[in-house]
């Protein structure tokens, strides 16, 4: 009865009676769509485009997304470059408000036998939730450094 093409889903999330879901690279610019689809009956559903990138410079490949308990969406890009998370307002007005500034220095990096420059700036921001009771607490993620220590086993 139909279809649609989505370029590279990464992201979902339950809000507003529906799924929030990200095309990591859709839309015409390549950068990103945020798309929410609602069940309107157990055979007809409802998918609305939420926003749409115009450019990397306004949001740059959004992957991870989570609702806020305020009604707006976060989303954590994983571009390249410098990476951001953005709020996105019910009223579709996007804002970036966290960018990535890790920078280890060279004796941390020794200490706890990361490879790597310490540079880590441009890796990507992820896992992005509020804590549950209150919604006060936004957490996130941040891909840690690689380390030439065997991974520890069991827990």
């Known amino acids: ?13 339950w809000g507003d009676e529906g799924c929030y879901f ?22 007809r ?11 990397a410079s306004v949001l740059d490949s959004p992957d991870n997304i989570c609702v806020s308990p305020r009604g707006g969406i976060v989303l954590c890009q994983d571009g390249s470059g410098m990476e951001f998370m953005h709020g996105l307002t019910p009223a579709g007005e996007i804002f970036p408000f ?7 220095p060279a ?6 036998a990361y490879t790597g ?11 992005a939730t509020f804590e549950p009771k209150n919604g006060n607490w936004l ?17």
């Not at 966290?98 to 280890?104: D, E, G, H, R, Y």
């Open 1 to 13: 009865k139909g279809a649609c093409r989505f370029s590279r889903l990464e992201g979902a999330w």
């Open 22 to 43: 990200d095309a990591t690279s859709g839309g015409a610019a390549g950068a990103g769509q945020i798309f929410h689809y609602r069940a309107l009956s157990t055979d």
């Open 45 to 55: 559903g409802q998918l609305m485009l939420v926003f749409e990138s115009r450019s």
């Open 98 to 104: 966290a960018q990535n500034n890790i920078v280890l």
């Open 107 to 112: 004796a941390v990096m020794a200490e706890r």
């Open 117 to 127: 420059t310490g540079d880590y700036r441009g890796s990507e921001c992820c896992g």
């Open 139 to 155: 957490q996130a993620h941040r891909d840690p450094p690689r380390s030439r220590r065997p991974a520890a086993r069991g827990c």
